[in-house]
Every structure is written in structure tokens, then in C-alpha cells.
T-cell receptor
Framework: AQTVTQSQPEMSVQEAETVTLSCTYD???????LFWYKQPPSRQMILVIR??????QNATENRFSVNFQKAAKSFSLKISDSQLGDTAMYFC?????????????FGKGTRLSVIA | GAVVSQHPSWVICKSGTSVKIECRSL??????MFWYRQFPKQSLMLMAT?????????EQGVEKDKFLINHASLTLSTLTVTSAHPEDSSFYIC??????????????FGPGTRLTVL
């Protein structure tokens, strides 16, 4: 079974600074997807970034980028130029491709506070 | 694209009554929908998985007679909390996966429903 570990329950960062959220996972699969979801105070789960394991290039979405280290089974999220609106719970998640009914496997989340 | 809606966004009901929560995929067909429950400051807890036209598969410890799930079409799934009690008060979130490509390999989430049982 796959597991996802987020070792930082809470983090804080000053506005405009850069912060990195850690995520490690365990799987015997060779192909899979990794995700970062953001859950702001509204509690709407928002997809931040998606990485396909067979792609060596790290995914980026504007100020959000990942450092995907497949051999180390590490998938960290870097937020550049942090904004107050980035304050949220961030969940790392794993999915097997073409797995139909198999849901995402979530980590326990990291609560990020951006301080003015 | 890939928008999931939920209705209602919040509901208050009396103990013993039933509450229905609707989850709709607005711009794609969802072959699989998932229902989660989330307690404050915790991760999402999967309750059940449903496929259109099939019976839902419930996670261990989830009472299927209390949490009725119907996935009647490729765009609609409903969760009915029957004979609700205060301990059922929680935040319920639905999620959907589409039929192919990125839609198949990504879960999209509804905005959630806050249920309060008095």
C-alpha cells in the first residue's frame, strides 16, 4: 500500500519570501501521479500542481514549483514570493494511473501561515 | 474546466432527520466519485467510492445504512445521511474523476458541505 508523509504540521513564512513544504511517499509502483492540493480557510480543495512520475522535468505553475526526486521518493513544494492568500492547509497526494476506483492517498497536511 | 459543485454548502438539521447532499460534475462526466469527511484541522477521511450505476464501496467503519450513496448519472452523486445525530456533524466533501486523460488521473473536489445536527 502507498503512504504519503508530510513531516511539517505547521510552517510560517514572511510575505514575499520563499518557503518549501516537504513530502515523502512510499510505493512499489514505477508510474504514478503526485499532487499538491491547497485548502484555504474556505475549505475548498484546490489543485495546485500535478507531477507525472515518468516525467523528469519538475512541474511548475506560476509561483509554485516542485522538486521531484523519484529515487528518494520525495516531492517537495516550493512557493516563491509568498502572498497572504497562500495561507492554507497544503496536502500532498499520490495516485496510481488508470486506477479507476482507487482514490488519492493523502498526507496529513501542512498548515502554512503567510505573515505580513 | 473540471468544476465540481456541491449543494447545499451548509445545512442545519434536527437529530433524527435525514439530509441529502448533492455533488455534480459541471463540465465533465465523472465515472467515479468519492465522498470524504473532514474533521477540523485534519486530513480528509475517505468514506466511500461510487461508480455510475453501481453500488458504492464503503470504507471500513463507515455505516452504509447511515450514509446512503447514489451515483445515478455520470454527473450526479448524492450522499444521504439518514437519521442524523450530533456526532454526524462534520464537513463533507465530494470529489470526482473523469473518463480519460487528465480527467481520469486527477481528482477534482467540490466546495464541501458543513452539516450541523442539533
Amino acid at each position: 500500500a502507498q503512504t504519503v508523509t508530510q513531516s511539517q504540521p505547521e510552517m510560517s513564512v514572511q510575505e514575499a519570501e520563499t518557503v518549501t513544504l516537504s513530502c515523502t511517499y512510499d510505493t512499489s509502483e514505477n508510474n504514478y501521479y503526485l499532487f499538491w492540493y491547497k485548502q484555504p480557510p474556505s475549505r475548498q480543495m484546490i489543485l495546485v500542481i500535478r507531477q507525472e512520475a515518468y516525467k523528469q522535468q519538475n512541474a511548475t505553475e506560476n509561483r509554485f514549483s516542485v522538486n521531484f526526486q523519484k529515487a528518494a521518493k520525495s516531492f517537495s513544494l516550493k512557493i516563491s514570493d509568498s502572498q497572504l492568500g497562500d495561507t492554507a492547509m497544503y496536502f500532498c497526494a499520490f495516485m496510481k494511473p488508470n486506477s479507476g476506483n482507487t482514490p488519492l492517498v493523502f498526507g496529513k497536511g501542512t498548515r502554512l501561515s503567510v505573515i505580513a | 474546466g473540471a468544476v465540481v459543485s456541491q449543494h447545499p454548502s451548509w445545512v442545519i438539521c434536527k437529530s433524527g432527520t435525514s439530509v441529502k447532499i448533492e455533488c455534480r460534475s459541471l463540465d465533465f462526466q465523472a465515472t467515479t466519485m468519492f465522498w470524504y469527511r473532514q474533521f477540523p484541522k485534519q486530513s480528509l477521511m475517505l468514506m466511500a467510492t461510487s461508480n455510475e450505476g453501481s453500488k458504492a464501496t464503503y470504507e471500513q467503519g463507515v455505516e452504509k445504512d447511515k450514509f446512503l450513496i447514489n451515483h445515478a448519472s455520470l454527473t450526479l452523486s448524492t450522499l444521504t445521511v439518514t437519521s442524523a445525530h450530533p456526532e454526524d456533524s462534520s464537513f463533507y466533501i465530494c470529489s470526482a474523476r473523469g473518463q480519460g486523460g487528465v480527467l481520469l488521473d486527477t481528482q477534482y473536489f467540490g466546495p464541501g458541505t458543513r452539516l450541523t445536527v442539533l
